[in-house]
């Protein structure tokens, strides 16, 4: 006779990325440039790269608060433009930009206080005209001095990708909703109704958005953004076949994380 408590749940096997890929999905930037220079030099040097074919993965938030906004996308378009194994997502911060172009009176509100004014100062603007601007004025200020080719690529950005088992995206997806109908507004913005989640999803969630000191590492999900634009620590997430580990920049004694 066969008691049901001896009985076992089959195992459920390790999320994978298919084979003979190696992928190394990056939290956000955030405008810190050297950063990105020392963690694209690490991923460089991984010993693991071998002969499996790279793809590199942008998570969103380019820009904002940190010093070098322009130089970073600039720095991600080259990439992008130069293989097709790399790919960029829209996060928030880049939703924002794109509505203070179009005028959009509650996105300027935010884009002032989430890191805005640090971005177009990376655009080579006059920080006394920033700070004179009302928001009818910023609006004109991202117009003039944010490239046309940058705000084409920020908007062509998609906001999720799929590879093997995982699904990347900059914030997080709505539980118990498809992923080919999740609103762009979650993947972009979502917290806690993504984070409080503990059942499964239909892929493994890779994300960034929400800060942590070290990767949130969770049964469904993995959090890789380690507040770069203050702490100093930029997290790359590597996968290949059913293995992950992590790539960071090295956090400098006595750094803080910010969260924001």
């Known amino acids: 006779m066969v008691f049901s ?8 096997p ?28 690490r991923i460089d040097a991984d010993p693991d790269r071998g002969d499996r074919r790279v793809k590199l993965v942008f998570l969103g938030d380019l820009i904002d608060r940190g010093p070098r906004s ?12 130069a293989s097709e194994d790399v790919t960029c997502l829209c996060g928030n911060h880049e939703e924002l930009l794109l509505h203070a172009a179009d005028g959009a009176r509650q996105a300027l509100g935010i884009f002032a206080r989430a ?23 910023v609006a004109q200020l991202v117009r003039d001095h944010v490239p046309a080719a940058h705000l084409d690529f920020l908007r ?26 999740q609103k762009a507004s979650d993947l972009r913005w979502i917290r806690a109704p993504f984070l409080d989640h503990a059942g ?22 993995i959090g890789i953004d380690t507040g770069a634009y203050r ?7 590597v996968l290949h076949d059913d293995v992950r580990r992590f790539l960071a920049t090295a956090l400098p004694e006595g750094a803080g994380i910010g969260v924001g």
Do not use: W
């Open 200 to 221: 499964r999803f239909e892929r493994f969630v890779v994300h960034g958005h929400t800060v942590t000191t070290e990767p949130d590492v969770r049964a469904n999900r």
């Open 14 to 41: 390790a999320p994978r990325v298919p084979e003979g890929q190696i992928v190394y999905a990056i939290g956000d930037v955030h405008g810190r440039l050297d950063c990105l220079e020392d963690l694209l030099a």
């Open 156 to 181: 062509a950005l998609p906001d999720q990708l799929v590879l093997g088992d995982y699904v990347m995206v900059h914030a997080g997806i709505r539980p118990g909703v498809a992923l080919e109908a």
């Open 231 to 237: 702490s100093g620590r930029l997290t790359a997430l």
């Open 5 to 12: 408590r001896f009985l076992r749940k089959p195992a459920i």
């Open 70 to 81: 322009r130089d970073v996308v600039e720095r991600v378009m080259t990439l992008c433009a």
């Open 115 to 137: 890191g805005g004014r640090e971005t177009l100062l990376s655009y080579g603007v006059d920080e006394a005209a920033y700070e004179q601007a009302d928001l009818k004025g």
